[in-house]
């Protein structure tokens, strides 16, 4: 019988981390002050991240904190209706669940507003972990918000170490969100203090230049968050879609919407490959 929590069969892919709700204007371009409205959407790359798994036809679960209040049960509900487990999560009664209002305004630039102080995603503790989830991830996935302030820095690092020491692949997106710290030193600080534990790191071109210093998106800016380690370095730009680095060679990965497919370059030459569509909400 597999231990308490742990989803049997395939490979299981655990996510760790934050799961908030977002705020989004009812109306695009405008900032938040202009909103005349919001509608109220599950958020949180980490969850985003276990739901498009799910979706993908894999196992996953999620290991995090949320309030014991209307929103908290609601996102764990969320989860388990699109298949991931959710038997990692536990719930506060002395927080409440985080929330975030976000909006692109007219002149393309994002605008947060987070209502956390502390919310309770901050307030896992190491002795709250669900250890045996975490021991059966072939996967361990997560972010950098965590890292923000204890106790649940001290639950994450946990975390990384039981995963890592059962065989699991580390696998991290920093997600950037600089409001959230107390300076860009700091976040750059935290950031880079997990980066040589992991074995899959994904950055944005945004957070290419924020860890680097470099105003390049090239590859000789991107070899420069290369470890020995590693296995896989992804570098997502946007439309123009998203560079990988192996030991053995790099590329591009294209995304062409109207084609349904992804053009893959690589030095030997152009392959075309069929990509499924994953929207995580």
Request: proline content about 5%; aromatic content about 8%; glycine content about 8%.
């Amino acid at each position: 019988m597999a231990p308490s929590g742990v989803v049997s069969g395939k490979s299981l892919i655990v996510s760790f981390g934050e799961m908030l709700i977002d705020f989004v204007p009812t109306v695009s371009g405008v900032s938040l002050a202009e909103a005349p409205g919001f509608l109220k959407a599950p958020g949180g790359a980490p969850a985003n991240v276990a739901i498009a798994v799910a979706r993908l036809g894999g196992k996953a679960s999620f290991v995090g904190k949320l309030g014991d209040d209307a929103f908290g049960r609601m996102l764990a509900d969320i989860l388990k209706q699109n298949g991931v487990s959710n038997d990692g999560i536990l719930f506060d009664q002395g927080a409440r669940t985080a929330l975030a209002f976000l909006t692109l305004r007219a002149d393309g630039e994002r605008e947060f507003m987070f209502c956390w102080n502390p919310s309770a995603h901050m307030l896992l503790k190491p002795e709250e972990l669900n250890l045996d989830i975490i021991r059966s991830a072939k996967v361990f996935h997560y972010g950098s918000i965590s890292l923000i302030v204890e106790p649940c820095r001290s639950a994450h690092l946990k975390a990384m170490e039981v995963a890592k020491q059962s065989g699991a692949l580390l696998s991290y997106d920093p997600n950037l969100r600089l409001p959230l710290w107390s300076s860009a030193d700091e976040a750059r600080k935290q950031i880079l203090s997990i980066w040589d534990k992991a074995d899959i790191v994904k950055v944005s071109d945004v957070e290419l230049e924020f860890l680097t210093g470099s105003d390049k998106i090239d590859d000789e800016t991107a070899m420069k968050l290369w470890r020995p380690n590693f296995t896989l370095l992804l570098v997502t730009l946007g439309e123009k879609g998203s560079r990988y680095y192996t030991k053995g060679q790099g590329g591009w990965w294209v995304f062409q919407p109207e084609l349904k497919y992804c053009v893959h370059l690589i030095k030997s030459g152009l392959k075309k490959q069929q990509v499924p569509k994953v929207t995580a909400f």
